[in-house]
């Protein structure tokens, strides 16, 4: 590593967002970030900018103090709005409402948020362009990067690894490639609406090929000390459950549950402290039976 790049991460590492975003670009005033019940315009109040290795990542952190050896709860948004029409791709993919981080704000344990490379403000860096939201919005560059982060909060602690919708299909993909190694320990993936079948989910709905993406359906079987818990909702139309349901085996018995009332955005918060709770309690009972989480739900 050159001493130039040694300066480089050691800057910008961790930067509080403000700082960062002053030094690369001046925050327009225009289109903000509406987070219901409120992000900032473009900033997230506590956040902070992480190098992975090939992007930034804006991220927010929480420890309730109460047991470091806990598993560590790393929160992963979807794809966003990568194009304001059928046609046309947006200038900055971050979501108007950030679904999974309003669950990352109920969770009094120690979890992790990891925005997406180039979202929440950060999409006119050099490293953004627009296939990072759209035909890469899966690649292997960005699972390495989002992991790099993962890691170096988790310190070598166990991880869950949580997604909704693309960022289910992350967190599968960061699982894949983690549990092929010894450290760090991944101890569940939950996905929720994930997209684990990119190709057909494509296809459905008459999008373009993601190619320059991977699939977490061609990476299955994932290692088998890795529990997983994946959650559908009975009304989406956007990640329709039996795209997940066609995957039933190559994923472990009982890992798929239905939640009948839940559409792709709501109604994940409502008892996700009490889903939390439950979590928790399988993972350190080994329950055999995963899909007994979801009856909070």
């Known amino acids: 590593m050159t001493a130039h790049l040694r300066l480089y991460t050691s800057v910008f590492t961790c930067i509080p967002v403000f700082l960062l975003l002053t030094t690369f670009f001046v925050v327009s005033a225009c289109s903000p970030i509406i987070d219901k019940p409120g992000l900032e315009p473009r900033l997230i109040a506590g956040s902070v900018i992480e190098l992975g290795t090939a992007f930034h990542h804006v991220v927010l952190s929480k420890s309730s103090g109460k047991n470091a050896l806990q598993p560590l709860r790393i929160y992963i948004e979807g794809d966003g709005r990568p194009f304001i029409n059928r046609t046309s791709v947006a200038r900055d993919p971050t979501p108007l409402y950030a679904p999974v981080l309003a669950l990352w704000k109920l969770d009094a344990g120690d979890a992790v948020y990891i925005g997406r490379p180039c979202y929440l403000g950060l999409a006119r860096l050099a490293e953004c362009n627009p296939r990072v939201w759209t035909t890469a919005r899966y690649s292997g560059q960005i699972v390495e990067s989002i992991q790099s982060v993962a890691e170096r909060y988790a310190g070598g602690r166990p991880m869950v690894l949580i997604g909704h919708s693309g960022g289910g299909a992350l967190a599968m993909l960061m699982a894949d490639r983690m549990g092929k190694t010894a450290k760090p320990v991944i101890a569940a993936v939950v996905t929720l609406s994930g997209n684990l079948d990119v190709s ?13 993406s991977e699939s977490p359906a061609d990476k299955l079987p994932l290692a088998g000390h ?52 439950a979590l928790e309690t399988y993972l350190l009972s080994g329950d055999a039976n995963p899909g007994a989480v979801c009856t909070v739900f």
């Open 200 to 212: 057909g989910w494509t296809q459905l709905h008459g999008y373009t090929n993601l190619h320059q």
């Open 226 to 277: 890795i529990a997983q818990l994946h959650v559908l909702a009975g009304r989406d139309k956007t990640i329709p459950p039996y795209l997940t349901r066609k995957l039933a085996n190559h994923l472990p018995a009982e890992s798929i549950c239905e939640v009948p009332s839940y559409d792709h955005s709501c109604c994940w918060n409502h008892r996700w402290v009490k889903f939390l709770s």
